[in-house]
């Protein structure tokens, strides 16, 4: 089996752009395994010290399971960026249902108002 070096995890970046146009980014970031452990890595981020950006780890060390389903790095870009799709199906499902629940209880309260009036 190859040794792993690297772990990867894609996130978003939204920049101003021309005229105040938000511009989204998708950068995949590579993280560098300083330590093994049966069950998983650490990993940090040396990249581009200080600049902040989502899915960063600003220089400090973060463990990541070899096993879990739920990994926040993936030892390839592909598995990284399924994830990535993955996580971001998953937050719009619970920004839909929060909507339609802003909807429904916003509807609850007009009716409660008219009954009041």
């Known amino acids: 089996m190859e ?16 005229l105040d146009l ?13 330590r093994e452990t049966p ?3 650490w990993i940090v981020d040396h990249e581009e ?4 950006t989502m899915g960063r780890l600003m220089g400090k060390e973060k463990w990541v399971s070899k ?20 996580r971001k199906k998953y937050q719009l499902r619970m920004l839909e249902d929060q909507v339609g629940n802003v909807k429904y209880t916003l509807k609850l309260a007009e009716q409660l108002k008219e009954k009041v009036l």
Request: proline share 2%; hydrophobic share 30%.
């Open 22 to 34: 938000t511009r989204v980014e998708l950068p995949c970031y590579k993280f560098d395994i300083i």
């Open 3 to 18: 040794e792993v070096k690297h772990l990867y995890r894609y996130d978003y970046n939204l920049t101003s752009g021309f």
């Open 49 to 52: 010290e200080g600049k902040f």
């Open 67 to 86: 096993t879990a389903t739920k990994r926040w790095a993936h030892d390839t870009e592909d598995k990284a960026l399924t994830n990535f799709i993955y």
């Open 39 to 41: 069950c998983g890595y």
